[in-house]
C-alpha cells in the first residue's frame, strides 16, 4: 500500500535521512554519461545530488507519493526529472547503469519481486546501491505505536492493520539476494546510525513525517489529532536524555550488488 506524504514538511523533518544518502553518494564511483533510476526519491534533494554527477548523463526519479512528487518537480534541471510511479511497479523502457534507493524501501514488502524488476531494468554491468530500515530500526516509535494502537478507543481501527514495513536483518537479506540468482558481487552489512534528535521539535518533526503517515491514515477525522497527540506525549517521555536531547534507534541495511 502507498501512502501519500507531505512533501515540504518531510523536507524539514528528514535531514538526518538526506545525510545518509548524501554520503552514500559521495562515495559511490559514478561516470559522467551515467543513466541512473532513484526509487522513492522523495522531495527530490537527492535526486539533484546524484544528476551533479552525470553532467552527461541523467536521472529520474520515481515515488509513489503525490505530495512527494509535487515537491521535487519544483527543482530543475536539464538532466532530472521525476515520475508519479509506484516503486512495486518499476516499467521502463529505459535501461540503467545504477538503480539507487536511500531511505525508502523498507516501504517495500517484496524485495525479491524488487530484485527482478530491478534486474529487468539494468544494462548489463549495472549496479543497485540500496539503503533502508533493517532490523533494530525505530525501536522506540515502533514500540509506543504497538501499545497505543491497542487502546480501547483505537483497537477496532487497527484489528486488520498490516505493518507498512519491511525490515530485515542483514542475514535474512543475504539469503534473500543470494536465493533470486539475479545479482553478483554482492555486499551486504548493517549500519548503526543510532540518532540524538536536539530538541522535541526535530523528533515531533520527524514523528509527522513520515512516521506516524500509516497509522493516522486509516483513522476518523475527529480522532487523528488525540492520537497524534498521545503518541508525541509518550515519545517524549520514552526517549528524552538527561542532557534535553531524544534518542532513536537508527538501523539500516546496505546493499551493493552488480546484474549477474
Request: proline share 2%.
Amino acid at each position: 500500500m502507498a501512502f501519500d506524504f507531505d512533501g515540504k514538511r518531510y523536507k524539514e523533518a528528514s535531514k538526518h535521512q538526506k545525510e545518509w544518502g548524501n554520503k552514500i553518494i559521495q562515495e559511490m564511483n559514478i561516470k559522467e554519461d551515467s543513466f541512473i533510476l532513484d526509487l522513492g526519491c522523495g522531495d527530490g534533494v537527492l535526486t539533484q545530488i546524484l544528476s551533479s554527477k552525470v553532467p552527461k548523463g541523467k536521472v529520474i526519479g520515481i515515488d509513489a507519493s503525490k505530495g512527494m512528487i509535487d515537491t521535487a518537480i519544483e527543482i530543475r534541471e536539464e538532466n532530472l526529472e521525476f515520475r508519479f510511479m509506484d516503486i512495486n511497479n518499476i516499467n521502463f523502457e529505459e535501461k540503467f547503469d545504477l538503480i539507487f534507493s536511500n531511505a525508502a524501501l523498507h516501504w517495500v514488502k517484496n524485495h525479491k519481486e524488487l530484485f527482478y524488476k530491478c534486474n529487468n531494468v539494468l544494462k548489463d554491468g549495472g549496479r543497485i546501491r540500496f539503503n533502508f530500515g533493517g532490523h533494530g530500526n525505530c525501536q522506540n516509535f515502533f514500540e509506543v505505536v504497538k501499545e497505543i494502537t491497542k487502546y480501547e478507543e483505537y483497537n477496532t481501527y487497527f484489528k486488520d492493520f498490516e505493518w507498512p514495513w519491511y525490515m530485515p536483518s542483514t542475514h535474512e537479506y543475504k539469503e534473500l539476494a543470494n536465493e533470486a540468482k539475479v545479482f553478483k558481487n554482492i555486499n551486504i552489512y548493517e549500519e548503526n546510525v543510532d540518532r540524538y534528535f536536539q530538541n522535541e521539535e526535530q523528533l515531533i518533526g520527524w514523528i509527522d513525517q513520515p512516521t506516524i503517515v500509516p497509522f493516522i491514515s486509516i483513522l476518523p477525522e475527529n480522532i487523528k489529532q488525540e492520537f497524534r497527540n498521545k503518541l508525541v506525549e509518550k515519545m517524549l517521555e520514552r526517549t528524552k536524555q538527561e542532557d534535553g536531547t531524544y534518542f532513536e534507534t537508527f538501523r539500516r541495511i546496505n546493499i551493493l550488488a552488480e546484474k549477474a
